[in-house]
T-cell receptor, first 114, second 111 residues
Framework: DSGVTQTPKHLITATGQRVTLRCSPR?????VYWYQQSLDQGLQFLIQ???????AKGNILERFSAQQFPDLHSELNLSSLELGDSALYFC?????????????FGSGTRLTVV | ELKVEQNPLFLSMQEGKNYTIYCNYS?????LYWYRQDPGKSLESLFV???NGAVKQEGRLMASLDTKARLSTLHITAAVHDLSATYFC???????????WGAGTKLIIKP
């Protein structure tokens, strides 16, 4: 157990629907990062939050949004889902000293859009 | 813009052989990270290299960092099937406190 908790682990939904993925960072970590990984692909950075504030945005679609709450958990909202949104979605967290320790990843949410 | 390139992207090798995965990056950084990912699983931290000349070893894997050449290597010695996985390198970007990722090297080790 990495200490980063993602729920749900699996999600199957229809095109056009909206889903919410949840992430609880490791205790004490203030930063949360969201990544998308399509089948046999690399990691696509979506968005980063630090202590409740958005810090950086990557290739995140307008249909996607995220937030980090005061208790530091984060949610990634995906709407108007398309078949191409099917992927593994990872959350990672880091402490203030990310330079030293890097990121810790959750186990991911596998989203299947049918 | 910091870019991280790994090569090869795909490697199929026999058990017992040695091989090296390379990770090049385009701008100055003294922090490099290696991660392992098994199919359909999460990413697991392997090595954190924090300075020029850093070398870390764990079992049959050894990672090194040359910040002057902007190059890190992940060397596999006498490969075994259990090392089959995708290996990612990532470089820390000071400007926005992010890791910038390579595309990953998919390693298949055949018995």
């Amino acid at each position: 157990d990495s200490g980063v908790t993602q729920t749900p682990k699996h999600l199957i939904t229809a095109t056009g629907q909206r889903v919410t993925l949840r992430c609880s960072p490791r205790s004490g970590d203030l930063s949360v990062y969201w990544y998308q990984q399509s089948l046999d692909q690399g990691l696509q950075f979506l968005i980063q939050y630090y202590n409740g504030e958005e810090r950086a945005k990557g290739n995140i679609l307008e249909r996607f949004s995220a937030q980090q709450f005061p208790d530091l958990h984060s949610e990634l909202n995906l709407s108007s889902l398309e078949l191409g949104d099917s992927a593994l979605y990872f959350c990672a967290s880091s402490a203030q000293g990310a330079r030293v320790s890097g990121y810790t990843f959750g186990s991911g949410t596998r989203l299947t859009v049918v | 813009e910091l870019k991280v390139e790994q090569n090869p992207l795909f490697l199929s090798m026999q058990e017992g052989k040695n091989y090296t995965i390379y990770c090049n990056y385009s701008t100055t950084s003294d922090r490099l990270y290696w991660y392992r990912q098994d199919p359909g699983k999460s990413l697991e931290s392997l090595f954190v290299l924090l300075s020029n000349g850093a070398v870390k070893q764990e079992g049959r894997l050894m990672a090194s960092l040359d910040t002057k050449a902007r190059l890190s290597t992940l060397h596999i010695t006498a490969a075994v099937h259990d090392l089959s996985a995708t290996y990612f390198c990532a470089v820390f970007m000071d400007s926005n406190y992010q890791l910038i990722w390579g595309a990953g090297t998919k390693l298949i080790i055949k018995p």
